[in-house]
């Protein structure tokens, strides 16, 4: 998600090789002074930046760990906005109402269905609400959304008013717990949308107004945020397409210069790409450190613990079938993008960026391996070693594969089988890290 500023900061930290080097110090800092702007940083964001790292470092010592930690706290800093709430913040009385609103092409319906997937993992009763009668098939898409997720969507014939009135009846009478109503955008911002939101926003009360910025807008997308919020006033940003803009430096002015706090960040174009943005948790990442507490938050909303606990008996065991390997598939797909995940592990933001566009579902390995599953009794997937040479070809012709692909498939799900039973063994993960970071590329001094 951060890939180029994560790199950044490595390379600037690479000009410190010894304690009390001011010479070095100042490379270092013009170089991270250079990729800041290159990284569509404001430039009153970044001399600030770095002149706070400056001072941190020279107080502490000059040398490489003064230099990291002066680096992550003046990113706390810059990420934070004073006591501004994180995530989510539900009303004390149900339903709470979110208004969403940003510029067209930004992002903002398919936002408005992840915000309530995010939700509803949190079972929460969501009530999706169309108001933008502005762009072709607006409403068409987030009916579609909402099928997509389960969540219903509100829409009647009538004004704007007219919209949001039936949604509030309706959310009363359905007893949800929030009401996300998506607005109209424009392609650029005029009166008669301010003035639209203006009445939208009396009439709903909305407890959180949240700005959709696309995030390859850069500093135009922060110009439009603070429009809005000095015309109708927003409570939060959600940056959208985060995964098309590889350098993130909006994400790091965005709160310092408007003192607005960004909410969420959608970096994928699965409906699960949402991720919670909490400044500790993003400055680790920009640090290359992982957000194992994230992980385990989206981890936590797809999977049952008992259903965990029987699969990990399960792995010990060496008993892992087909049946168990499509019904984790499946689980796993609900969390989003594969290098978004891959990417909170400490040690493993790297492999990321190579994991890019991985998609479980659209994949042909996966498709083949389904195909080779369905083909199967329910005993075969139970236990593949019942898989004799004649059960193969008659699997192979149901199946549409030849035999040695059967086969192929086969022999990688022993190995990774087996990978996961050593895993699931006492010292097994961290065996695994010990690993891997082994097998790192040296860094460059």
Do not use: W
């Not at 949800?176 to 009445?199: C, N, Q």
């Amino acid at each position: 998600m951060f890939d180029t500023l994560t790199q950044s900061f490595k390379n600037a930290l690479g000009k410190i090789r010894f304690q009390d080097d001011l010479k070095a110090l100042e490379k270092a800092l013009d170089e991270l002074k250079k990729a800041l702007l290159r990284n569509d940083v404001h430039h009153k964001v970044a001399k600030e930046l770095v002149k706070n790292i400056e001072n941190k470092t020279k107080a502490k010592g000059i040398g490489k760990q003064q230099f990291l930690d002066a680096l992550q706290e003046s990113l706390l800093e810059i990420l934070s906005v004073p006591g501004a709430a994180s995530g989510f913040v539900y009303a004390p009385t149900p339903p709470t109402i979110v208004l969403m609103c940003g510029l067209q092409g930004g992002g903002k319906t398919t936002t408005c269905a992840k915000l309530a997937n995010y939700l509803k993992t949190r079972n929460k009763k969501v009530l999706l609400v169309a108001c933008d009668l502005e762009r072709l098939a607006a409403i068409e898409q987030l009916q579609v959304l909402g099928a997509q997720i389960g969540v219903e969507v509100f829409h009647k014939a009538g004004s704007v008013l007219d919209i949001a009135k039936g949604a509030l009846e309706r959310a009363k009478e359905g007893q949800f717990d929030v009401v996300i109503v998506d607005s109209a955008g424009r392609l650029a911002i005029d009166k008669p949308l301010m003035d639209e939101l203006k009445a939208l926003k009396d009439l709903l009360k909305p407890l959180e107004t949240f700005y959709v910025a696309d995030a390859l807008s850069g500093q135009d997308g922060v110009r439009s945020a603070q429009t809005f919020h000095t015309q109708i006033g927003i409570s939060g940003v959600v940056l959208s397409k985060f995964d098309s803009d590889s350098k993130g430096g909006v994400a790091l002015g965005i709160a310092h210069q408007l003192q607005i706090p960004l909410r969420f960040i959608g970096h994928g174009e699965k409906i699960p790409d949402l991720d919670i943005f909490v400044p500790e948790r993003i400055a680790n990442r920009l640090m290359g450190a992982g957000d194992i507490v994230s992980l385990v938050e989206k981890t936590s909303s797809v999977i049952d613990p008992k259903e965990a606990k029987n699969i990990s008996k399960k792995l010990k065991k060496g008993q892992f079938g087909f049946n168990d390997f499509l019904e984790q598939l499946e689980k796993v797909k609900k969390l989003g993008s594969i290098s978004s995940l891959v990417s909170m592990i400490p040690g493993l933001s790297g492999v990321a960026g190579a994991l890019k566009g991985t998609d479980l579902e659209n994949s042909a390995e996966i498709k083949r391996i389904k195909a080779m599953v369905n083909s199967m009794t329910a005993k075969e997937r139970d236990n593949p070693s019942l898989l004799n040479g004649s059960r193969k070809k008659r699997i192979a012709l149901g199946s549409g594969l030849d035999v040695a692909e059967i086969n192929r498939i086969l022999k990688r799900f022993d190995q990774a089988s087996q990978l996961a039973k050593k895993l699931s063994s006492k010292g097994g993960v961290a065996n695994l890290l010990q690993m891997l970071q082994q097998h790192q590329p040296p860094q460059r001094g």
